[in-house]
């Protein structure tokens, strides 16, 4: 599998180049969420590790970067992101190589974490989970790792986000499960204060079913009175050229 894929065409970020640093066919992560596109987590962990050479990363960038026409690089893939330890030392090699914008997609878990918390501040956008508003909807939807607890879960999303001062977004997936909880979800969302609020709905196969444009529409109203909040039904997806079309189907893989 190569580490640099795409672009791909984000509803949320636009032309999206990405940069996978698990880059299994089994996904890595600190979750096991119940509509996971990539299937069920078979190493569910919140150690981190280099799972790809720092070497072969920079090789496939500077291969890759001058030919790709994107509008930003996100860090994303098989798996958590901010489980790869050299995750900074990538962040810290594109700041000097491009002018494009870094992103990240992560799952929050690691957000109370000082050396994911040096990496993160660098970037210029975070897109952090939360699809939960207790402990219960919290192990049935996302299923984390042991030793994450909701209450520490959300101290480490507030903490990082009061230091942090580029864009900070929530995503938040919306299925079955907690589709009649979006006011609570909204009101510690509120404590949060993100730029902005994505609302999701897993349209791509996987376990579950996703959500109507309508039960997002009506979901999206609990959200008014934040500043910037889109959904994936309403959002434009840009025009792509990828790289290699296979690379990005490797992390659509359908296991329902
Ligand atoms: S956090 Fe992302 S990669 Fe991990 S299980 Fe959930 S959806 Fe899958």
Do not use: H
């Not at 918390?117 to 049935?140: G, H, P």
């Amino acid at each position: 599998m190569k580490t640099v894929y795409g672009p791909v065409s984000s509803w949320r970020l636009g032309r999206s180049l990405g940069i996978d640093l698990i880059c299994r066919p089994k996904k890595v992560c600190s979750f096991d969420c119940i509509y996971c596109q990539l299937g069920k987590t078979k190493e569910k962990t919140l150690k981190r590790k280099i799972f790809v050479k720092t070497e072969k990363v920079l090789k496939e960038l500077k291969e890759n970067l001058p030919k790709v026409k994107a509008d930003v690089i996100t860090f994303s893939g098989t798996g958590e992101p901010t489980l790869a330890e050299n995750l900074e030392e990538i962040i810290d090699f594109l700041k000097r190589e491009t002018n494009l914008p870094l992103a990240i997609l992560t799952n929050s878990t690691s957000l109370d974490d000082k050396a994911v918390k040096s990496a993160l501040n660098k970037l210029d956008i975070v897109v952090a989970k939360l699809d939960t508003f207790d402990e219960d909807s919290f192990r049935e939807i996302n299923n984390p790792a042991k030793g994450i607890s909701f209450k520490k879960y959300i101290e480490g999303i507030k903490s990082f986000r009061k230091n942090y001062s580029k864009k900070f977004a929530l995503q938040i997936m919306f299925i079955k499960e907690n589709k009649n909880f979006a006011e609570d979800i909204a009101e510690i969302a509120r404590k949060i204060e993100p730029d902005e609020i994505q609302i999701n709905t897993p349209l791509r196969p996987c376990r579950v079913k996703p959500l109507t444009k309508l039960e997002i529409e009506k979901i999206k109203k609990e959200f008014s009175g934040f500043k910037n909040v889109i959904s994936v039904y309403e959002a434009e997806k840009p025009k792509v050229s990828p790289l290699d079309i296979k690379e990005i189907q490797k992390r659509k893989r359908p296991k329902p």
